[in-house]
């Protein structure tokens, strides 16, 4: 199972909306509703951000949102603040309880 | 307080092995299923598999079985990763993470880092 594809890095001002996608086939984002995300920042462990393409667990800022057209999800964050530089990755279910990640994406506030 | 709290940094030789351990507290440790999650330096989290906590069963990607083993304590709400004959493209860190309904991985232990040399 390949890694999905992320852009390597998305940059944004504070205060504006980025879009990160997540492209992946038809045997896993494209089939499944298992797509989550994950803040990861420098030296630190992964930070569980969205699950099920959309819902966000709580303690996450709404700022934060998730969606899936075909075999692509993307995560949204609005209002960029400067905490919010990070590496992003996505991960979707692939059937027979396996699991993929993203290759990750490098968010720069600028 | 709900955590998975992980064993120290390691430095082994090649062909050595290694057990990393990932211990839980504040939940019901086999009421979730526990994945490892490999990053080598500079790179990408990669999923090596998981293991049922009620059943021991582990399932490994493909790219991690043979030398890769997940192993159970229940008594100690605790899980293990054992690497054997170790490679210097082990290298790198080592998460364990909880799964409750194999959708997400909801709590991440803090890292092991493995160094091979």
């Known amino acids: 199972q390949s890694a999905l594809t992320q852009p390597a890095s998305v940059s944004g001002s504070p205060g504006q909306s980025i879009t990160i996608s997540c492209t992946g086939t038809?045997?896993?984002?494209?089939?499944?509703?298992?797509v989550s995300w994950y803040q990861q920042h420098p030296d630190k462990a992964p930070k569980f951000m969205i699950f099920?393409?959309?819902r966000r667990p709580s303690g996450v800022p709404d700022r934060f949102s998730g969606s899936k057209s075909g075999n692509t999800a993307s995560l949204t964050i609005s209002g960029l603040q400067a905490e919010d530089e990070a590496d992003y990755y996505c991960?979707?279910?692939?059937?027979?309880?396996?699991?993929?990640f993203g290759t990750g994406t490098k968010v720069t506030v600028l | 307080q709900v955590q998975l709290v992980q064993s120290g940094s390691e430095l082994k030789k090649p062909g050595a092995s290694v057990k990393v351990s990932c211990k839980a507290s504040?939940?019901?440790?086999?009421?979730?299923?526990l994945i490892w999650v490999r990053q080598a330096p500079g790179q990408g989290l990669e999923w090596m598999g998981w293991?049922?906590?009620?059943?021991?069963?582990?399932t490994y990607d493909q790219g991690f079985t043979g030398r890769f083993v997940f192993s159970l304590d229940t008594s100690v709400s605790t899980a293990y990763l054992q690497i054997n004959s170790l490679k210097a493209e082990d290298t790198g860190v080592y998460y364990c993470?909880?799964?409750?309904?194999?959708?997400?991985?909801?709590?991440w232990g803090q890292g092991t880092v493995v160094t091979v040399s």
């Open positions: 993470a909880r799964d409750p309904s194999l959708s997400a991985f909801d709590l």
């Open positions: 504040g939940y019901t440790f086999t009421n979730y299923a």
């Open positions: 991960s979707s279910y692939t059937g027979s309880t396996h699991f993929v």
């Open positions: 293991i049922n906590t009620k059943t021991g069963n582990p």
């Open positions: 099920d393409v959309s």
């Open positions: 038809s045997s896993d984002i494209g089939r499944f509703k298992y």
